[in-house]
């Protein structure tokens, strides 16, 4: 029976053995920092799919802007001027084909009948076109542009007036036939640049004519 005691001695007490117990099992989380994020819990802020939605594009006005009625009709006639002073080139087609080229000039001989009645009717016209309409700030450059190409036309094709009187090819021999052939040419390309211009015009686009266009562009 003494030896009860003796083993009640050697025991710790109660209290502090239980706190002992407790402070070894105390849970690992109790010792790390606060807040951690979960393991697989993203921590990047993804907005939501609202604002991921791309915007939708405002509807577009399509603007169509015809040129004007006055402006085409002013552009096309511009290109009668050199037309009426070229075709004294075609003389000699007109010749060998009367045919052909007599009914396709008939609708404009009226025109061309008034023309040539005026006095200085080609240096009137030159004139009218480059004070009148070129000069003009007050008309569209779609208007000023095609009066600058047709007086260009006009002037390039005294070039080969020019050239014809100071050569002097004669009526007969290579120089004669050579030079028909240059008339024949230049009649050719100033017809193909007459109706190309003049459909061009009346529809409201711009006519770029070769060699002409961009000394014409350079004026502006």
Not at 25 to 36: Q, Y
Not at 53 to 78: E, G
Not at 124 to 134: K, Q
Not at 176 to 205: E, P, R, T
Request: proline residues 11%.
């Amino acid at each position: 029976m003494a030896s009860i005691p003796l083993l009640r001695l050697s025991l710790p007490p109660q209290k502090a053995l239980t706190t002992k117990t407790h402070h070894h099992h105390r849970p690992i989380s109790a010792h790390l920092p606060s807040p951690i994020p979960h393991p697989l819990k993203s921590t990047l802020h993804i907005p939501s799919l609202h604002h991921l939605q791309r915007p939708r594009p405002s509807p577009i006005s399509a603007s169509y802007n015809p040129t004007p009625v006055t402006d085409r009709l002013i552009s096309a006639a511009a290109y009668f001027l050199p037309f009426f002073n070229g075709l004294q080139y075609g003389r000699f087609l007109l010749a060998q084909y009367p045919r052909i080229l007599g009914p396709a000039l008939e609708p404009i001989l009226p025109l061309l009948s008034l023309y040539r009645s005026l006095p200085y009717a080609s240096f009137v016209a030159f004139f009218a076109l480059y004070l009148g309409v070129v000069r003009n700030p007050s008309l569209s450059r779609y208007v000023r542009f095609n009066a600058m190409q047709a007086l260009v036309l006009d002037v390039l094709l005294v070039v080969p007036l020019l050239v014809q009187r100071i050569l002097d090819p004669g009526r007969a021999g290579v120089g004669f036939k050579l030079m028909v052939m240059g008339h024949n040419a230049i009649f050719v390309f100033l017809v193909m640049c007459f109706v190309y211009s003049l459909v061009y015009s009346i529809l409201g686009k711009t006519p770029y004519l070769p060699f002409v266009a961009d000394a014409a562009g350079r004026q502006f």
